[in-house]
Nanobody
Framework: QVQLVESGGGMVQAGGSLRLSCAAS????????MGWYRQAPGKQRDMVGV???????RYADSVKGRFTISRDNAKNTVYLQMNSLKPEDTAVYYC????????????WGQGTQVTVSS
């Protein structure tokens, strides 16, 4: 299975920005679909954004226009750029991988905490 390591979480003020990174194992990274999810206490784990192997992206309505997902295949890394952060963005953020590129997530990272203060 794909091994994933998230980094870049932390505490920021509302309106600020943060960039998360997810480093993946495997020589076939460029063929993977990759996703970012988040989970706040007492809430379900929700999709934040996905990027498929072609580079096409999709976002949850709650973050569209504020967050951007991108990938650097040479570095086996996916990024989540988060701008105009709101307190409701506070959550543990997870990256996920699907080597089949069908958005059936088979691997998950350990998560990184993002806290946005008002």
């Amino acid at each position: 299975q794909v091994q994933l390591v998230e980094s870049g979480g932390g505490m920021v003020q509302a309106g600020g920005s943060l960039r998360l990174s997810c480093a993946a194992s495997g020589s076939g990274f460029s063929r993977y679909a990759m996703g970012w999810y988040r989970q706040a206490p007492g809430k379900q784990r929700d999709m934040v954004g996905v990027i498929i192997s072609s580079g096409t992206t999709r976002y949850a309505d709650s973050v569209k226009g504020r967050f951007t997902i991108s990938r650097d295949n040479a570095k086996n890394t996916v990024y989540l750029q988060m701008n105009s952060l709101k307190p409701e963005d506070t959550a543990v953020y997870y990256c996920a991988a699907d080597p089949t590129n069908h958005l059936s997530w088979s691997s998950w990272g350990q998560g990184t905490q993002v806290t946005v203060s008002s």
